[in-house]
C-alpha cells in the first residue's frame, strides 16, 4: 500500500475540557494517561506505517508506549509503538500559540513549509526505499 493512499486520525485523548466559551484545551496529563492504552490499541489495530503527531503534550506521553527508536532527522524517527513498526513524525501543534511554531494556516506558514513539508516528504521517501 503506498504510504498515503488512506489515512486514519485518533485523538490521544477520547474526552475534553475546555475553559467555558471558548477553545482554549484544559487538558491534562492524567487524561493522557488514561487515554493512552486506547490509543495504543487504535495503533495495534490500524497498524500504520506513519503516525503523524501534533503537539509536544502528545508527543511526551506517547514516548512511554513507544520503543526501538532510531532518530532519522529532527522530526522524525522509526519506532515501535504498541507492538507496530512506524515511522513517526512528531510537529508543534498546528494551532501553537507561537508563530514561529504555527502551521493552521496553510498560506504563509514557515513552519508548514520549513518543518512539516521536508518531514514527510522525507518519510514517503524512506517508506518507499522499503
Request: contains cysteine.
Amino acid at each position: 500500500m503506498h504510504l498515503f493512499d488512506a489515512y486514519a486520525m485518533a485523538n490521544l485523548r477520547l474526552c475534553s475540557a475546555t475553559v467555558a466559551g471558548s477553545a482554549k484545551s484544559l487538558g491534562n496529563p492524567t487524561m493522557s494517561r488514561n487515554c493512552l492504552p486506547h490509543l495504543s490499541a487504535t495503533v495495534r489495530i490500524f497498524e500504520p506505517t506513519l503516525c503523524i503527531v501534533q503537539g509536544v503534550e502528545v508527543h511526551r506521553p506517547l514516548t512511554s508506549v513507544m520503543s526501538n527508536r532510531r532518530r532519522l532527522g529532527s522530526h522524525l524517527e522509526r519506532a515501535r509503538i504498541a507492538g507496530v513498526d512506524t515511522l513517526v513524525a512528531a510537529f508543534t501543534h498546528p494551532s501553537a500559540m507561537r508563530l514561529t511554531d504555527h502551521w493552521g494556516r496553510l498560506t504563509s506558514a514557515p513552519y508548514l513549509h520549513g518543518t512539516v513539508v521536508p518531514t514527510l516528504r522525507a518519510a514517503h521517501q524512506l517508506h518507499r526505499a522499503g
